[in-house]
């Protein structure tokens, strides 16, 4: 890389410890983050755009660190050009409290390029998925995959968004198994059908817990009489969409015990989208059509895969 590189540390609006050192490369960056001990007691509440950190190590009782290792296309980076630089922002956020809460500290992320020298860095469309098991206190992955009946198994699910502007990760439907692969003859068990609509929920206390970022998704799956004693796969689609384009096939709706009504998880007073849960939910009229998905978006970056999770429920 032989252009000039700067790199900017504005000074924060709060009054935390501050030591962050940012290094951008030519497609990549880290981001070492040293967190003040207020922070420590959830890595899961630390962000960098929309990503985790890759990377979380306490240090006694001097706090933690936290680091970052992504591509420049990740993260949700905002990109803008000028005559002589190109230039990628973002922001180092700790959020106690999901959105629409706003993040109690915000810490200013910017790499520059010469960009003479920098034609060669470009965002591509592709999205990639996760979907993995956390552990009590969402801090991290789970270090077992045993759950006793009744007790809370939380399933997170993310997307990537890579050069998109921000996206908004549904799950679409979710079934257990016993198998890895659904076969006619397997027995399976609903958990999340009709394009969004938690059903166990009606019969459980699960739910999905409110979000800390759009391009994530936290299940809240209470373990359930399925299959005791075996292996059970979760089977999930996953679907990345437009937020600003909700419609009945595209929302996230939990189960209200209290009231026997289906909320939106996302805007409560959009709940009239899940209205048709406990009926058939089908788009209607242009919103819901390919070219009402490539208004924002090109459909075929519009990617719907497959996930799966195994857990044993004892």
């Known amino acids: 890389f032989n252009g000039d590189l700067y790199i900017c540390f504005p000074t924060p609006s709060l009054l935390f410890s501050i030591d962050v050192q940012i290094t951008c490369g030519e497609l990549s960056f880290h981001v070492k983050w040293k967190v003040d001990k207020s922070m420590t007691g959830n890595p899961a509440r630390l962000f960098l755009g929309s990503c985790l950190a890759s990377h979380f190590s306490n240090l006694s009782n001097e706090g933690a660190v936290a680091d970052f290792y992504y591509g420049l296309d990740d993260c949700g980076f905002r990109r803008m050009a000028t005559w002589k630089y190109l230039v990628y922002e973002n922001k180092l956020n700790y959020r106690p409290l999901p959105k629409p809460h706003p993040p109690s500290f915000s810490y200013p992320v910017r790499c520059v390029y010469d960009s003479s020298s920098a034609g060669f860095i470009q965002g591509h469309g592709e999205l990639v998925f996760h979907m993995a098991i956390l552990n009590y206190n969402f801090s991290g992955p789970a270090e077992s995959n045993v759950f006793p009946l009744g007790s809370f198994v939380p399933i997170w699910a993310g ?41 166990d929920g009606k019969k459980s206390f699960s739910k999905f817990l409110p979000r800390y970022h759009s391009s994530s998704i936290i299940l809240h799956l209470q373990a359930f009489r399925f299959a005791l004693g075996q292996k059970v796969f979760i089977h999930c689609k996953l679907i990345a969409w437009d937020p600003d384009n909700l419609n009945e096939t595209k929302k996230d709706c939990n189960y209200n015990k209290a009231t026997g009504e289906w909320e939106f998880l996302d805007d409560p007073f959009q709940s009239s989208l899940c209205q048709c849960c406990d009926s058939a939910c089908q788009g209607c009229g242009k919103r819901d059509t390919d070219s009402g998905k490539s208004k924002v978006y090109n459909a075929k970056k519009l990617m719907l895969i497959m996930a799966k999770t195994g857990i044993w429920v004892c």
Request: aromatic content about 8%; some cysteine.
């Open 159 to 199: 997307v990537n968004q890579q050069a998109h502007q921000p996206l908004l990760l549904l799950l679409e439907e979710c079934v257990a198994s016993t198998t890895f692969e659904i076969y006619p003859d397997t027995l399976t068990y609903p958990l999340i059908t009709n394009k969004g609509c938690l059903v």
